[in-house]
């Protein structure tokens, strides 16, 4: 795993949000009750003061702050030892880890996911129904259609299946990278990456 700073989509990711949103709603917290505080103070004890109002309008972004931190304190963080089974087979993929994908109507914990061509394989160990599977691989789908890549999605939930998967994509990377290529044009935004980066940059937005 590489040192520094831990991004979206790098293992330890929900370890490190789980501390860090409990810090920012902690902090959240401390201005609304400041201004409570001093109104209370100026107005010797009288609550029926702008400061009060401050401090009421104040506990919105401390409720959101609330529901992004329990969300996150659901996940259960991605197994040591699995990630360093899956990054061993990966080489020099494209991967992303960690990441909760949610809709409307389904949310599924992808473990690790591979974007190599047109090609994105993922995996989650988690108990998760074949429908739930079927539904997030087409979501995925559509979502990366509407922004131009043609990809075949597969979410796996054998692990020795999704590992076969990632040394087929290994062997033939550099075949699947030059054809999908052929008709990519960088974005604008994003001059640097390559498309695999772009539909990596696509599955994060697409996550908690």
């Known amino acids: 795993m590489k040192r520094g700073k831990i991004k979206k989509g790098d293992f330890g990711y929900i370890r ?12 959240c917290c401390l201005l609304p009750a400041a201004f409570f505080a001093v109104g209370m103070i100026l107005n010797r004890g009288d ?10 309008v104040g506990c919105i972004p401390v409720c959101m702050s609330l529901v992004s931190m329990i969300m996150m304190w659901l996940q259960k963080p991605m197994k040591q030892e699995l990630y360093q089974e899956i990054s061993a087979r990966a080489g020099d993929l494209v991967m992303a880890y960690e990441l909760y994908m949610t809709t409307r109507d389904v949310s599924i914990f992808v473990d690790a996911a591979a974007v190599c061509g047109d090609y994105v394989a993922a995996y989650t160990d988690r108990p998760v129904k074949r429908r739930e599977l079927d539904f997030m691989e087409e979501h995925i789908t559509k979502t990366l259609r509407a922004n131009r890549y043609k990809m ?36 604008e935004k994003y001059p640097d990456l390559s498309r695999s980066q772009l539909v990596k940059h696509l599955l994060l937005a697409l996550s908690l």
């Open 47 to 56: 609550r029926y003061n702008i400061y009060t109002v401050i401090a009421l």
């Open 16 to 27: 490190q949000q789980k501390l860090l949103r409990l810090m920012r709603t902690l902090a």
């Open 152 to 187: 075949t999605v597969k979410i796996f939930d054998q692990k020795k299946a999704f590992l076969e998967r990632l040394d087929t994509l290994r062997a033939r990377q550099a075949e699947f990278e030059a054809a999908a290529a052929e008709h990519f044009t960088p974005d």
